[in-house]
């Protein structure tokens, strides 16, 4: 592990969310020495925290929100003197580990028996997920502590469609979806139809219906899992930044919700914007594949009725 920066002469508050994250950092590098991604680390202190609470009856006041993959935490709610995030070698972003110049005694001012739990909570979680990738703690975590079955089904759409992205990427035959791939698609956007809370999801009620029928089209006129996928991500984060996040947070203070309230409404004319383009190009592709395809047609007939002649 390199070097952490000089201590500070401050940290700041420490409380029992700052403990958590510490332990985490701590417990994962114990566990094998090697780099954790944010995702990680967020994904553990997530899991952590859920145990406190069901387990333990703790609420320790982690900050935390449902969001594009899945529930974590808001490190802008936290002191970030508990780690020290260098750039990654293995993978991009940042690689997390516990602080060198905070160490157990600065917690010292937290009752021995909060401390305890934490830290047992987070061993216990470290033990049993600390050594699974992000994608795999992602996939956990929708699995058993999703909202509801909604984003259950979009995440299975996504999870399918990032697979048969990746096959592309490494050089498939075709750059289309097979039909067996197409009937699978229009399998799990037909889950998501049957999920969707109209009531829940009001606000993005006529979107997604126009989403649902653009992704559709798109599957029809052979468009590439990677398009495909990329336009299920863009209508998961807008879902998530519109909706979720504001029924699924715990402990984000009044101003981040206030900022969340004045993006909302641009968030939502961009997603509605980027739908309606990408079904005006398909529509537009469509049409002129269908003309040619008329065209064909009559050529192919002249020609076999020229040939009845002879």
Same mark, same amino acid.
């Given at each position: ?5 000089? %201590? ?67 490190? %802008? ?68 502590? %999703? ?46 139809? %049957? ?116």
């Amino acid at each position: 592990m390199s070097e952490s920066p000089p %201590a500070d002469d401050e940290f700041g508050d420490l409380g029992p969310p700052e403990y958590l994250l510490y332990r985490v950092a701590a417990e994962r590098h114990e566990q094998d020495g090697r780099e954790t991604g944010r995702t990680r680390i967020h994904k553990l202190c997530c899991l952590a925290d859920r145990l406190l609470a069901q387990e333990y009856d703790r609420e320790v006041g982690l900050p935390k929100y449902w969001y594009k993959y899945g529930r974590t935490i808001s490190e %802008a709610h936290l002191n970030s003197a508990v780690t020290y995030r260098p750039n990654a070698n293995h993978f991009g972003g940042q690689a997390y580990y516990p602080a060198e110049q905070v160490n157990e005694s600065d917690f010292d001012h937290l009752s021995e028996d909060l401390k305890d739990d934490i830290y047992n909570a987070v061993q216990s979680v470290v033990t049993e997920h600390g050594d699974k990738t992000a994608e795999e703690l992602e996939e956990y975590q929708y699995q058993n502590f %999703a909202p509801d079955d909604f984003v259950i089904a979009y995440a299975d759409l996504r999870w399918y469609l990032n697979t048969v992205s990746q096959d592309e990427d490494q050089h498939r035959l075709s750059q289309f979806v097979t039909p067996d791939e197409k009937t699978h698609i229009e399998e799990l956007l037909d889950e998501m139809l %049957a999920n969707f809370d109209a009531e829940r999801y009001s606000e993005i009620h006529e979107i997604y219906l126009d989403w649902d029928d653009t992704i559709r089209l798109l599957v029809d006129i052979g468009r590439s899992p990677r398009e495909l996928h990329d336009f299920t991500e863009a209508f998961i984060e807008g879902a998530t930044r519109i909706i979720l996040r504001f029924e699924e947070h715990s402990n984000i203070d009044s101003e981040a919700l206030e900022d969340w309230r004045e993006e909302k409404e641009k968030v939502r004319r961009d997603l509605q914007s980027r739908v309606t383009q990408k079904r005006k190009r398909a529509l537009s592709e469509r049409q002129s594949t269908s003309a040619l395809d008329s065209v064909a047609d009559s050529y192919n007939m002249t020609i076999s009725e020229e040939l009845d002649e002879l």
